[in-house]
C-alpha cells in the first residue's frame, strides 16, 4: 500500500502546530475548470488510504472526499473559470488560487504541489507532493473529486462529446466530437487546439 511520507507532518505535528496543504486537479485538460483545493487536517491525523488522488481507484476517492471533509479542521474548494484560464494562463490561475487559498487559514506552514507562492508566509514546494504529505493529498482528493463531479455535469448536459471517459483531455474520442460538433464556452481558448474547433472564431 502506498503511504504519504509525512516529512513536515513529523516535524509540525509534535509541536501542536498545524499544516496547510494545497493541490489541484485540471491543469492538462483543454475544457472545463482548474479546481484547487486545501485541506488542513488534526494534528496526529492517519488514515492510510489518503494518497495521490490520480493513484486511488475512484469509487474510493468518492469515499475519502466524504472523509477527509468529515474529519478536516478546514478545507476549502476553489473552481477557476476556462474564462479565467484564458485571462491569466494555466500558471498563473493556478498560483493566484493557491495564494487565496493559503492565506484563508492561519497555519505553521503550508505545504503545496510543487508551486511557489509569493505570500508572506511560510511555503514549502514539494515535488510529487500528493506523495510525501497527507495534508497535500488530502487537498488532491478534494480538488480531483470536485472536478470529476463538474465533468460528469458536463457529460449529462452534452452527452456525445463523453466528457465522463476522457475528463477533458485531448483524447481521440474528444478529437471525433470536436470536429463534428465543435466547441462549447466552458472551453480554454488559450490551449491549443481549442480554438481550432472554436465555434465562434469571428467574434
Known sequence: MNKTEDIYEKIYWPKGEYIMGIDEAGRGPICG??????????????????????????????????????DAVYYKIEVVSSKTID?????????KAMEKLALCKDVAIVLTDAMALDIDKEVI?????????INIAAASILAKVTRDHIMKGYDLMYPQYGYKKHQGYFTKEHKEA???YGSKDFYRFSFSPSNIYRQDQGK
Open 178 to 180: 470536436l470536429i463534428k
Open 33 to 70: 475548470p482548474l479546481v484547487v483545493a486545501c485541506c488542513v487536517l488534526p494534528v496526529g491525523y492517519q488514515n492510510d488510504d489518503i494518497y495521490d488522488s490520480k493513484k486511488v481507484r475512484p469509487k474510493k476517492r468518492e469515499e475519502l472526499y466524504a472523509t477527509i471533509i468529515d
Open 87 to 95: 485571462e491569466l494562463n494555466i500558471y498563473n490561475a493556478t498560483k
Open 125 to 133: 514546494a514539494l515535488i510529487k507532493g500528493d506523495t510525501k504529505s
